[in-house]
């Protein structure tokens, strides 16, 4: 889902990205406003005679600062998160909002509740300074201007009570599961507030498919899919929390040395199967990593005899054999890498890879249904 977004800026630490949809969306938010500012005029009681902006100068102003309401309303989850111990990976703001990334999810409910229930509160309350701010400057400022500031101000008391709608993942969905998991399991609530999201993603679609309103659609499509992955994401931590790295990794490592060729490599590719190796120096000590991505743009005849040590990755990436497998997932999903090195103090004792861990959930799996 962030794959395709890019660094903006940074505050208090929380890099701001923009995915790839959000480009797509502005202009046509920008556009949709545009088209409609007589009836935003209208509710806003600003006469629509007195504007001198082109209509669609102010969709794109307002398109823009919704965005920018959206980003602080993320600002104040994370703030509020990070008050509570947990860690923020980033904020991404998207076709239909905006997302923070938290490292782990704090399955304390009265913390997620506070959490969850900040973001609408301070979407609310900057709802009501911008009302009461444009009210009060009335005829003292431009008619554009106040339009903005009032439109501004619904447009985030409404972001307000849609996020407090119980349809998981949305931040009323979170707040669900945080009341119900005070009587049963996590993973249970997480189950229950799921299938009410998803609930709520069927009524909006069939309201959607009747309305042909394609953003009603899109948020049903969120919501259903935002509620699965969350639900899937918990079931696999309560799976692998069973796991340490040492009862999944292979411990039978297959290595290459510093100076292998890029032939020699090749060749014990095709022989063994692997994609990747550790690569030791001359005193077996572990100094990187080579995949089959690391050596791709070299992979032709006049190469054939370079070194590995000339494009193995430098950066290892390791994790503990006593860890929890979902510890080392996270690691491996958060890097963006197929295999972490299992190293006790300094020593190589073994490698585990998506699949590995993967193996070790569909083994409990099935052990699970077998029982």
């Keep these: 889902m962030f794959k395709n977004s890019v660094t903006i800026f940074k505050i208090s630490g929380i890099p701001f990205k923009l995915h790839i949809t959000f480009l797509l969306i502005l202009p046509v938010l920008a556009w949709i406003i545009g088209n409609n500012i ?48 947990m860690k923020i990976n980033s904020i991404t703001l998207m076709l239909l909002g905006g997302v923070a990334q938290m490292e782990e999810i704090n399955e304390d409910s009265r913390d997620e509740a506070w959490v969850a229930f900040s973001g609408p509160l301070f979407s609310l309350i900057l709802g009501f300074i911008l009302i009461i701010t444009g009210n009060i400057t009335a005829n003292r400022i431009m008619p554009d201007f106040q339009l903005i500031i009032l439109y501004l101000g619904q447009l985030n008391i409404f972001l307000a009570i849609f996020n407090l709608i119980p349809a998981f993942p949305t931040d009323g969905g ?7 998991a005070r009587k049963t399991s996590f993973l249970k609530a997480t189950r229950i507030s799921a299938f009410i999201g998803k609930s709520f993603a069927f009524l909006f679609g069939i309201l959607g498919l009747l309305s042909g309103n ?26 692998l929390s069973d796991f340490k790295v040492s009862d999944l990794m292979t411990k039978k490592v ?46 032709n005849k ?6 590995i040590k000339d494009m193995m990755t430098g950066e290892i990436i390791k994790v503990k054999p006593d860890e929890s497998a979902h510890e080392a997932l ?35 799996m099935m052990e699970n249904q077998n029982d």
């Excluded at 629509?48 to 602080?72: K, Q, R």
């Excluded at 394609?214 to 799976?239: H, M, P, R, V």
């Excluded at 006049?302 to 070194?307: A, I, P, R, V, Y």
């Design 38 to 85: 007589e009836m935003i005029a209208q509710i806003t009681n600003v006469s629509a005679n007195t504007l001198y902006f082109n209509p669609y100068y102010l969709g794109l102003i307002l398109s823009i600062l919704l965005f920018v309401s959206v980003a602080l309303h993320e600002l104040s989850h994370s703030f509020v998160a990070r008050s509570k111990g």
């Design 302 to 307: 006049n190469n054939s005899q370079k070194k």
């Design 214 to 239: 394609f953003i009603l659609l899109l948020i049903a499509f969120f919501i259903f899919i935002g509620a699965s992955q969350e639900y899937q994401s918990i079931l696999t931590k309560n799976i």
């Design 254 to 299: 297959s290595t290459v040395t510093e100076n292998t060729t890029v032939q020699e490599l090749f060749t014990k590719m095709f022989d063994e199967h692997h994609s990747g190796y550790p690569v030791m120096d001359e005193n077996g000590q572990l100094k990187g990593c080579v995949t089959m991505g690391d050596i791709k743009s070299i992979s």
């Design 174 to 180: 979170r707040i669900l599961r945080a009341l119900i």
């Design 330 to 364: 996270k690691k491996l999903s958060l890097k963006d890498i197929g295999r972490l090195m299992v190293m006790k103090e300094e020593t190589l004792v073994g490698i585990i890879t998506r699949s590995d861990i993967m193996k070790g959930y569909r083994f409990k």
